[in-house]
């Protein structure tokens, strides 16, 4: 089991989740009502500070961490700040036409606005000052994706009631490619990471994925089953290997990238058993002074948070019994299925999570096909994401605590803050050795120094 | 004159009837034999045999005896005189007149009865001859009692056959009523049936009535369906329409707003100037986007590469081994007469493979290739044809070893428990016994075995505590061990003494023997010596030395009865040598526990101790010593 020594930063404070860490790693941005702060990650010390016309609704950083956009949705007004040139600045007003989306293109040097009613894309050059317009872009799940090398973009388009996708060159917008798409109603698009396979996915009435070449042929189309509801979620492996469709059915069914066939399904089963899973489960307990020396390190490390509720993971004998929150028949969108998946960064492992099981997390092992680890939690797990350069995932669930998996076990672990500091979210620094947790109005870092591998026990 | 006789005849009548049953003959045949042919008539008329020359009296007589009978309790009031009425009536049968009739009558009726003649010659006529008359008579009574048995048993036959039928009758109506029954049942049935058939066909109905409303609802969700996406498509036709007309209206009217300020223009991320859009441009986005395919797909398809290498690898070394299994056994199969038409296709198969593994540089030509699996294939359908035969064969060999085992094993298993049964019985018996014979002992304990018994069982804590005292025993004989190595030690240390104090004694004697002589000088040093070699011991010790030593000598000469030593020149030494000699002898009998040497040793040493108690006075040594003594004993 590894014990992570952590140190956590003092609190800052924050407004709308709006905390960005710059792509380079270097900055931290976070929103304060109307007020831009951009801090030193090592030192958190405030290195600029911007003030922008209203309350900042989104905030993103550019690719080169060079510029900073602050979209205020209500005003319709977009501001971009420089780093390397404090006064100077870039107000973009959308006007009449409304804004709902604000967003960097990947080179960071044109934004494209997404105005009210998806009436159209603009498209802001920071270089030219020029404005471009895309028409008819579609209202949905996830109707933009910008390739990762930040070379094309893919556009879900509505035009005469029937789905197209455009891509662009997003060089210079060229369209490069524009085609319709055997879907009823186009939900979403992603890039395979690699940029060379488009997946697309059908609103949730139908089960259907397609999958499209870079130059706009039909490579394959997959479905499931048909008439009850479908695809919930997509997510591509890292390696472009794989690509995971979770869907309504409480499965997820992991796809390969020759035939684009299934390979496996995963279940996600009320009742664990018949696996070699190994089952945490976290239990949460009054301190008792001294018990054990976990709870001695933990008083070590949290100081002032000693009185607060301790919960800490034990392993579960098989089989075990998931809370299973039953959703409402009568209404839309139910709380069923796997909403959220994620891939580690190598690869390996494949963490889910069930909408109807919210208290747990799903860890697949994906070259074994199989499961390796449920968490289940007290509380329902608000988010989770893998450790950019490891494989460990952190998770919240909305309490004081912030919990991490790796191979070698679960920890759980208190934040020592002062006063009621919740967890909603959590996102990691890119050199996987900070964690930035986000409360309602706070924020603090976690710094994981290093790893000391401790046998047996439960974290 | 039809009245009167009766009377008599009556009377007679009765006399005869008595006479008849009671089987007195003798008043038969004087004058009363008449009646009772008649009555022998009346039999014979009884039994239907008919009268073939029955005289007109007699006809009256019988008309008139039927008369009689006719009218019985008219003369009688008493039924029962019945029978004798109807004697009385016999009694015209035979009159004095007509005896002689009667008889040949009567001799003819017998006879046509198949009796022996009752008819004697006499010599005016005939008469009767007694002795077959009343062999006849008893016959007949016999017969007559026959018939009555025959009677009852007829009797009986009709009653039982009467209840029989009785009987019959009754389960006859009862098997009517069952059948009634049944029938109301199976009508009861059948009306159920046609119900059923009824309510089936009234499901069939609704089945269809389902049917068709399911279908009539699937159309409706369908034209439903149609509707809604019909209409869905006009709303959403008019929400691009109006998306259309607002992007117009924003366009049209030159929304002031819509602007950027920007302080200056920021140059491009690459450092480049952008281009104009030309189809240049789009050219190269082509030729980019292509090869970006195409680089993936390169990639892809090294991957692939790589993984059929590695595959084709696996298989060519799979054959190999494939090949180097098969073809030793191959060669000793062959003396076992293998399938001929199998053999030359293997020793094809060898070639080829040779043949390929040779061209493994040829391998990605599609012919090697083909060649390749089909070898492969063959290979692994010989293998898995030897291996299947060899499981057949070993199963075989398992059943059959396991037959034979089970066999053994069964049967070696009841005769285990046969003997394990026996042995539980015999031991239960055992329990059974020694219960009992526990409960006789207590019921009656003077009986002697079994108090004998049970005071072996009393004894056995005795005999523990016996055990106990003879280790503790054994202990202490240890420590007497120990404490006699010290004794031999001290006796050692006493021999040199002794040593010592001889020479002492000879040179004092010498001094002695010198004093006389001047040589007063040397006698201090030898003092001093002695001291030094005593100084281990303790002054008394020291100074009672010479005592003990007369003593021990004495003590060991009493106790040897061999006086061996006894012929030397200075016996108190020698003496003190031999026990000195007989300690380590003692230690290695010791080594050997013999009894008897043991004993021997003891006594020896009961010697030593006895002239050690005398050294040092010991509470110790004494209390040992006693120990000692009594073990001696």
Known sequence: ?459 | MIRLPPRKQQHSGTCLRRRFHSLNVSHLVCGHSTQLLRCLNGLGSWRTVAMPESSLENKENIDSSSRFAMSPSRHDAQPSLHSKNSYNIISAFCTEENVSQCITYIDQEVSSLGFPSVCREFSGGKGLNTVPVLNTMYELLQLHRRGLRTVEDLETEHLKSSSDLEYVQLSNSRLKDQLEFSRRENSGLHERERQLQLKIKSLQNCLKNEKEEVQKLQNIIASRATQYNHDMKRKEREYTKLKERLNQLLIDKKDKKLAIEILNCVGRADGKRSLWKTEKTEARHEGEMYKTLLNDYENRQKDLMLENAELKKVLQQMKKEMVSILSPRKHSLRGEKLEDSIEPACSDNEEEVYDSSRETLELSCEHAREQLTNSIRQQWRRLKNHVEKLDNQASLAQMGMRVSKDMISQEAHEEEMEKLRLEIRECKDFIQTQQQLLQQQLSAPCDDETAALLNDCYMLEEKERLKEEWRLFEEQRKNFEKERKNFTEAAIRLGHERKAFEEDRGTWLKHQFLNMTPFAERKKPHTSKSQSALSVCTEPEAKNAPTPARLGKSLSNASFATPKAAPVKMPSTTDLYRTLRLIPDHSSSETLPKRGSWQESNVMHSGDFSIKSHYCNGADDTSIFSHSGEENI
């Open chain 1, 1 to 459: 089991m590894f014990i992570p020594n952590m140190n956590f930063s003092e609190v800052f404070k924050h407004s709308n989740q709006l905390c960005r860490v710059s792509p380079d790693g270097k900055y931290l941005a976070t929103c304060v009502q109307y007020r831009l702060v951009v801090r030193d990650v090592n030192t958190l010390q405030i290195l600029h500070l911007y003030t922008c016309l209203d309350q900042i609704s989104q905030m993103e950083w550019s690719s080169d961490s060079l510029f900073i956009l602050c979209a205020m949705y209500k005003r319709g007004l977009v501001q971009v700040w420089s780093l390397e040139q404090p006064d100077w600045h870039c107000k973009i007003d959308e006007g009449s036409a409304g804004l709902v989306c604000s967003r960097w293109s990947p080179d960071g040097r044109h934004i494209l606005n997404t105005t009210e009613f998806h009436l159209r894309v603009t498209v802001w050059s920071l270089c030219t000052k020029s404005v471009s317009y895309i028409k008819y872009p579609k209202a949905c799940q996830k109707g933009v994706d910008f390739s990762r090398d930040g070379r094309y973009m893919a556009l879900a388009e509505r035009r005469d009631c029937k789905d197209y996708i455009s891509v662009f060159v997003c060089e210079d917008w060229q369209l490069l490619r524009h085609f319709e798409t055997e879907t009823q109603d186009l939900c979403g698009v992603e890039w395979s990471p690699n940029g060379c396979v488009l997946a697309i996915w059908d609103t949730c009435l139908e089960y259907k994925v397609l999958l499209y070449s870079l130059d706009g042929r039909l490579l394959s189309t997959y479905s499931a089953y048909e008439w009850s509801l479908g695809v919930k979620s997509i997510t591509w492996s890292p390696s472009s290997q794989f690509l995971a469709i979770g869907s309504y059915d409480e499965k997820v069914r992991i796809l390969n990238h020759i035939t684009w066939k299934k390979i496996t399904e995963f279940e996600h089963p009320a009742s664990i058993s018949n696996s070699k899973a190994v089952v945490y489960k976290e239990v949460e307990k009054r301190p008792v002074l001294g018990s054990d020396d976990l709870s001695i390190r933990q008083q070590l490390t949290m100081g002032s948070a000693l009185f607060s509720t301790q919960s800490k993971y034990e392993i579960c004998q098989l089989p075990v019994q998931v809370h299973v929150v039953k959703p409402d028949p009568d209404r839309a969108n139910p709380k069923i299925g796997i909403s959220s998946m994620a891939f580690s960064p190598d690869n390996r492992y494949l963490a889910t999570k069930n909408d109807n099981m919210p208290n747990c997390v799903w860890v697949w092992d994906m070259q074994k096909l199989r499961l390796l680890a449920v968490l289940e939690q007290v509380a329902a797990v608000r988010c989770f994401l893998w450790d950019p350069r490891r494989p460990r995932l952190a998770l919240c669930t909305g309490n004081a605590k912030i919990y991490l998996w790796s191979p070698a076990g679960c920890v759980s672990v208190q934040v020592p803050v002062e006063g009621n500091f919740q967890v909603l979210s959590l996102s990691w620094h890119g050199s996987g050795d900070s964690l930035i947790l986000l409360g309602k109005e706070q924020l603090c870092l976690c710094y994981i120094e290093t790893e000391m591998e401790v046998s047996g026990g439960t974290g």
